[in-house]
């Protein structure tokens, strides 16, 4: 079973910044796609970032150029870098090791993080 932690989540004002961090434990997952996601109404998990097994990125179009993805697979960790953050940035946040997974219906998630930007 994968397991994964996320942190980093904090009140921030708009303009600021935030390093959210995702703390993964679990086998074979440095194969697949991870990706950041943000909940929304109607509680779905809404994909913000993902990066491949190769590092290859993909971004929403409302964070483009403003948050960046990472990931560590040796030390089985991936930080979403947030930059010049907006109120309707504000969502929990959760990460996830398999994006085609999760678009395939099968997602699973863990605590999240609460991310609140506001003056």
């Known amino acids: 079973q994968v397991q994964v932690v996320e942190s980093g989540g904090d009140l921030v004002q708009p303009g600021g910044s935030l390093r959210l961090s995702c703390a993964v434990s679990g086998s074979n997952v440095s194969i697949y796609t991870w990706g950041w996601y943000r909940q929304v109404p109607g509680n779905q998990h809404v994909l913000v970032a993902a990066?491949?097994?190769?590092?290859?990125?993909h971004y929403a179009d409302s964070v483009k150029g403003r948050f960046t993805i990472s990931r560590d697979s040796a030390k089985n960790t991936m930080i979403l870098q947030m930059n010049s953050l907006k109120p309707e940035d504000t969502a929990v946040y959760y990460c996830?090791?398999?994006?085609?997974?999760?678009?395939?219906?099968?997602?699973?998630w863990g605590q999240g993080t609460q991310v609140t930007v506001s003056s």
């Open positions: 996830n090791t398999d994006v085609d997974l999760v678009e395939a219906g099968f997602g699973s």
């Open positions: 990066i491949t097994s190769y590092g290859y990125t």
